[in-house]
């Protein structure tokens, strides 16, 4: 069992950068692949990006791709979500999820865990 608690969203303006947190509880999470998703209002939940076990390998969908960046460090069972260049597009709420495999995947229904999730608001 994991259990994910997010943090680290607000409101910031167009152009501006937040950096997301979630921290895994159990001994294990080094064991897990850790993703973060995103919901916008009347929106499907959608893929923004992954880290294999390590933290070396990364995924993310090309919306995002050269302005976010996905970290973990599992001595502190935790991953992190740092957001650049945030457009008012990018607003949602934002979720960290894992699978107990070396795999990612961009389909939510392949996570095992979901943390509550943290709003993030850009405005223009």
């Known amino acids: 069992q994991v259990q994910l608690v997010e943090s680290g969203g607000g409101l910031v303006q167009a152009g501006g950068s937040l950096r997301l947190s979630c921290a895994a509880s159990g001994r294990t999470f080094s064991s897990y692949t850790a993703s973060w998703f995103r919901q916008g209002l009347g929106k499907e939940r959608e893929f923004v990006a992954a880290?294999?076990?390590?933290?070396?390998?990364?995924h993310y969908a090309d919306s995002v791709k050269g302005r976010f960046a996905i970290s973990r460090d599992n001595a502190k069972n935790t991953v992190y979500l740092q957001m650049n260049s945030l457009k008012p597009e990018d607003t949602a709420i934002y979720y960290c999820?894992?699978?107990?495999?070396?795999?990612?995947?961009?389909?939510?229904?392949?996570?095992?865990?979901w943390g509550q999730g943290t709003q993030v608001t850009v405005s223009s």
């Open positions: 880290s294999d076990r390590s933290g070396y390998i990364t």
């Open positions: 999820a894992t699978i107990n495999a070396n795999y990612y995947a961009t389909s939510p229904g392949n996570y095992d865990y």
